[in-house]
């Protein structure tokens, strides 16, 4: 894995959160266009009136055009630029004192947005787990925890330095543990440091020892950075043979399971860790109530059936 490759990762994650900072001058905007309608309606009509009363010839063939109905927009142009200086600068205040009053608006829109974004990146999440669901949930030699020949798999994307891994830790271990048929399987997203890499290689150099789920605890129950110098005494005093252990930690299937995994969370729009699959579910992060939801996605689907989980 490419430094390049873990800083186009971290600048996705940066990029979504820098999006929330526009969310207000987006809501302004809309804010703005709505009661400008509405401003541009009462001279309009009131310039309709006016024309109902006075003497006029009869319109010419383009003015009828206009006024056909469905077809209001030029007429809205026209007194638009019918605004003198004065009265778009009224406009302005009109429109900065509402929101100065009503400063909730903001949250209303904020709050529709993400709620607007967050069904169609389920939608998206739906269709590329149905696309990737092999390489997700099937592969031959994914580091697994729990029972291999589970009914219902979980997968976590994760990453040894990271804080919510390890606090999300318990409920994964306690989800092993109290569901006899759950299949766990790990992909590793060293993200956040060199380090992190360096642990991700010392733990898949580790699963050809059949040492895996041990060591991935032992590391994330550890206090303090993880980097390789750490991972390789934590594999010492699991009793792991060193010497072939160093030696896979080098080889080009390491290296080539790292990147895979790295690319498998790009395409499925994975850009922070942990973040759990279960079927067709997405769980980023880890809530204070992840076991719980963790199991009823678990028993959910083991109920409805999943064909590729």
């Known amino acids: 894995m490419t430094a390049n490759s873990r800083s186009n990762i971290l600048r996705a994650a940066t990029e979504r959160k820098a999006l929330w900072l526009v969310v207000p001058a987006i809501a302004a905007l809309v804010l703005l266009v709505a009661l400008g309608r509405e401003a541009v309606q009462e001279p309009a009509l009131a310039v309709a009136q006016a024309d109902v009363s006075a003497p ?8 009828v055009k206009t006024a056909e109905p469905g077809k209001s927009e030029p007429a809205k ?5 019918a605004f003198t200086p004065e009265q778009k600068e009224q406009l302005h205040t009109i429109i900065k004192d509402y929101l ?3 400063p909730e608006i903001f949250l209303d829109v904020q709050n ?4 607007k974004m967050e069904k169609e990146q389920a939608e998206k999440l739906k269709v590329a787990i149905a696309s990737n669901a092999a390489e ?3 592969q031959p030699d994914a580091s697994v925890a729990g029972n291999p020949d589970g009914d219902i798999t979980v997968v976590e994307f994760f990453d040894y330095n990271c804080g919510y891994c390890k606090r999300g830790l318990h409920d994964v271990v306690r989800l092993v543990e109290t569901d006899p048929k759950v299949r766990v399987v790990f992909k590793e ?5 060199k380090g992190s ?6 733990a898949l150099a580790a699963r050809r020892q059949g040492k895996y789920w041990e060591i991935h605890r032992a590391m994330l129950e550890a206090k303090g950075h993880i980097n390789e110098a750490a991972a390789l005494r934590i594999a010492e005093k699991l009793g792991l043979d060193m010497d072939k252990l160093k030696a896979d930690m080098a080889s080009p299937e390491v290296n080539a399971e790292i990147e895979k995994s790295e690319a498998l969370a790009k395409k499925m729009g994975v850009n922070g860790t942990p973040h759990f699959l279960v079927g067709d579910r997405a769980i980023p992060g880890a809530p204070e109530d992840l076991y719980d939801q963790l199991a009823r996605d ?5 109920k409805e059936g999943c064909s590729y989980c």
């Open 112 to 115: 529709a947005l993400e709620a």
């Open 77 to 81: 142009a026209t007194a638009m630029a």
């Open 189 to 193: 997203l060293p993200i956040l440091s």
């Open 56 to 63: 006029t010839a009869s319109p010419p063939a383009e003015a």
């Open 100 to 102: 100065i009053a009503n």
């Open 197 to 202: 890499e360096e642990a991700s290689r010392v």
């Open 298 to 302: 678990v028993g959910e689907l083991r």
């Open 136 to 138: 997700i949930y099937r």
